[in-house]
């Protein structure tokens, strides 16, 4: 349920990544299209957005869980960030 909040890159990301423990960044990263440092900040995102939940969960369980979420336009324009952050150090 709280993976379907996820934008689709970070989905995929995910899942792959978890459900073939085999996989490594690099291989998930060509599946993907994405850069290793990249997937690399989706796994944390990720994680610390399921600790947050997780968390939440169980502290304040009135609360409702997709509360704290980032939804797919958030994570958009976390990557469009991290691309133009990423074309600037190129750049430099």
């Given at each position: 349920?709280?993976?379907?909040?996820?934008?689709?890159?970070?989905?995929?990301?995910?899942?792959?990544?978890?459900?073939d423990p085999q996989l490594s960044h690099a291989e998930v990263a060509a599946r993907v299209g994405l850069s290793v440092q990249r997937v690399r900040q989706?796994?944390?995102?990720?994680?610390?957005?399921?600790?947050?939940?997780?968390?939440?969960?169980?502290?304040?369980?009135?609360?409702?869980?997709?509360?704290?979420?980032?939804?797919?336009?958030?994570?958009?324009?976390?990557?469009?960030?991290?691309?133009?952050?990423?074309?600037?150090?190129?750049?430099?």
């Amino acid at each position: 349920e709280l993976l379907q909040d996820l934008a689709p890159s970070a989905r995929a990301v995910f899942e792959r990544l978890y459900g073939d423990p085999q996989l490594s960044h690099a291989e998930v990263a060509a599946r993907v299209g994405l850069s290793v440092q990249r997937v690399r900040q989706i796994v944390c995102e990720v994680r610390k957005v399921l600790r947050a939940e997780l968390g939440e969960a169980v502290e304040q369980p009135e609360r409702s869980r997709s509360s704290g979420t980032l939804d797919k336009r958030s994570w958009s324009e976390a990557e469009d960030a991290q691309r133009r952050s990423d074309q600037r150090s190129e750049g430099d």
